[in-house]
Nanobody, 126 residues
Framework: QVQLVESGGGLVQAGGSLRLSCAAS????????MGWFRQAPGKEREFVAA????????RYADSVKGRFTISRDNAENTVYLQINSLKPEDTAVYYC???????????????????WGQGTQVTVSA
């Protein structure tokens, strides 16, 4: 079992940057793959980025490649999402999630993740 708490969201102008953090409790965090998802009003939750247990492999949605960077610090039980060159269409609630199963691939479907945080709002003004 792991609890996840996101932070770092806010209101930012287009072109700006944010760094989201997801703090995890539990001794097994370092063995979990982690993902970031987002959900805009009236839309389904969508995959943003994922990282494997060691940080050695990452995966990104095409819409964020080159602008978003996922990383993790297992010593601090934290996963990060650096968001640069923000666009109004990035406005959403951002969630982190944990996948405790030892899969060979990084998952992109929300149903593949077992634990979720409460989300942090990111609003990008034009």
């Amino acid at each position: 079992q792991v609890q996840l708490v996101e932070s770092g969201g806010g209101l930012v102008q287009a072109g700006g940057s944010l760094r989201l953090s997801c703090a995890a409790s539990g001794r097994t965090f370092s063995s979990y793959a982690m993902g970031w998802f987002r959900q805009a009003p009236g839309k389904e939750r969508e995959f943003v980025a994922a990282i494997n247990w060691s940080g050695g492999r990452t995966r990104y949605a095409d819409s964020v490649k080159g602008r978003f960077t996922i990383s993790r610090d297992n010593a601090e039980n934290t996963v990060y999402l650096q968001i640069n060159s923000l666009k109004p269409e990035d406005t959403a609630v951002y969630y982190c999630a944990a996948d405790p199963s030892w899969r060979s691939s990084l998952m992109v479907r929300p149903s593949e993740y077992s634990y979720w945080g409460q989300g942090t709002q990111v609003t990008v003004s034009a």
